[in-house]
């Protein structure tokens, strides 16, 4: 079974300061996989996928992600990190191929808190 | 402008009163599908939907019901709500050929008393 697993369940960082969001994922074939960041009282919104192709992701607000197959890994980093982005940031894991059924696993979530 | 839509977003009631929480996108979306929210639990699918009329039980379906008359709207059910369905709860929906990237609702805050 699919899994995702999202080790550290809170994270607090200065503002300027570098971020890194570990994500380990568990999957049976290719995976497609995503980070979403959720601010307070927002839905969900994804900031980054990858499907294939260059490991190294660009996704919104300056995040980046890099797939890492041997070490079933998908960290998500920012080089300075803004208050705003304060949030919490979920990893999810779906199957690869379109036209199929579209199930993302989540982890449980890392927040993180921004200091000033 | 594309969106997924909820309603109510806040909903306050009691054991056994049957409630509706209705989901709406305007993106011609083939897949929709209901998540839960829980703390320290992330979120977990309760039904999804590939099409009008298709649909299938998640990872959490039990307590609730769902129906896909039209392309558009996805509702979800709780025939007979009870305290442990309290809950955070998100509808998404995404283009079958646009891999995998779902679209969210803004969530609807349930409490069951």
């Known amino acids: 079974a699919q899994s995702v697993t999202q080790p550290d369940i809170h994270i607090t960082v200065s503002e300027g300061a570098s971020l890194e969001l570990r994500c380990n994922y568990s999957?049976?074939?290719?995976?497609?996989l995503f980070w979403y960041v959720q601010s307070p009282g927002q839905g969900l919104q994804l900031l980054l996928k990858?499907?294939?192709?260059?490991?190294l992701v660009q996704g919104i607000k300056g995040f980046e992600a890099e797939f890492k197959r041997s070490q079933s890994s998908f960290n998500l980093r920012k080089p300075s990190v803004h208050w705003s982005d304060a949030a919490e940031y979920f990893c999810?894991?779906?199957?690869?191929?379109?036209?199929?059924?579209?199930?993302?696993?989540f982890g449980t979530g890392t927040r993180l808190q921004v200091t000033l | 402008e594309a969106q997924v839509t909820q309603n109510p977003r806040y909903l306050i009631t009691v054991t056994g009163k049957k409630l509706t929480v209705t989901c709406s996108q305007n993106?011609?979306?083939?897949?929709m599908s209901w998540y839960r929210q829980d703390p320290g639990l992330g979120l977990r699918q309760i039904y999804y939907?590939?099409?009008?009329?298709?649909?299938d039980k998640g990872d959490v379906p039990e307590g609730y019901k769902v129906s896909r008359k039209e392309k558009r709207n996805f509702p979800l059910i709780l025939e007979s709500p009870s305290p442990n369905q309290t809950s955070l709860y998100f509808c998404?929906?995404?283009?079958?050929?646009?891999?995998?990237?779902?679209?969210f609702g803004p969530g609807t805050r349930l409490t069951v008393l």
């Open positions: 998404a929906s995404t283009a079958l050929a646009n891999y995998n990237e779902q679209f």
């Open positions: 999810a894991v779906g199957p690869a191929g379109t036209g199929t059924a579209s199930k993302l696993t």
């Open positions: 939907s590939m099409n009008v009329e298709v649909t």
């Open positions: 990858y499907f294939s192709g260059d490991t």
């Open positions: 999957y049976g074939a290719t995976p497609y």
């Open positions: 993106m011609n979306h083939e897949y």
